[in-house]
């Protein structure tokens, strides 16, 4: 979104974030040293964007993981496939302001997010979900056997033994304590552990 005088841009508006977006591939192939290079680092907490007058999570702003040592980990979706990752862009001491509407930066919710904190980072992988061509009968159980293809879902963080999922939510943030999008029956695979590193990749 351009600047407009007098305001500034929707991710600056949210403490100063710098968003990124690209596909999944791209940005997942750019990033994969420095996502690997957490392996091993304690997650110190998560923050999310809070909606104080409602007493709701606000799914739009990115997900905020900060790790021993200074790093700072900002995932967000937009679309149904553009993935933004960027680091050390959010001040979280600044609440933010968005078309005048004040928020706060919420720590340890939804409660996956609490699960993990505290927790050392082991391990990555990308979950992805079926897609069929247009003339698929959608309307009952998914016919699994009439498959087109798979597309990057959301990125499984994995803290020994337990993980977070931050996924695709339709133009916004999901997270789930599984590998998995509720009410998708199962249908979400994990794949590509320790994230792609080839041309291979497709979304």
């Known amino acids: ?13 949210m403490s100063g974030w710098r968003s990124s977006f690209a596909d999944p591939p791209t940005q997942l192939r750019s990033q994969r040293s420095d996502l690997l290079a957490l392996v091993g680092r ?27 040592g200074g790093v700072q980990l900002e995932l967000a979706w937009q679309k149904w496939n553009d993935l933004s990752i960027t680091w050390n862009t959010v001040d979280l001491g600044t609440p933010p302001t968005v078309l005048s509407t004040p928020y706060e930066w919420c ?17 990555w992988a990308v979950t992805e979900s079926p897609y069929f061509d247009g003339e698929t009968d959608l309307s009952g159980e998914l016919p699994m056997d009439a498959v087109a293809g798979w597309s990057t879902q959301g990125l499984w963080i994995e803290f020994a033994g337990i993980g977070l999922h931050v996924y695709s939510g339709a133009d916004a943030n999901g ?3 599984e590998p998995t999008v509720p009410g998708d029956d199962g249908h979400t695979r994990v794949t590509h552990p320790q994230l792609p590193e080839d041309d291979a990749y497709v979304s």
Do not use: C, Y
Not at 2 to 11: M, S
Not at 107 to 123: D, E, I, K, Y
């Open 1 to 13: 979104m351009e600047r407009t005088a007098g305001t500034k841009p929707w991710d600056e508006a």
């Open 42 to 68: 304690r997650l110190q907490a998560g923050w999310t964007g809070w909606d104080p007058a409602r007493n709701v999570w606000r799914p739009e702003f990115p997900v905020v993981l900060v790790f021993e």
């Open 107 to 123: 720590s340890s919710q939804p409660h996956p997010l609490a699960a993990v904190a505290g927790r050392t980072l082991t391990g």
């Open 175 to 177: 997270i789930s304590a």
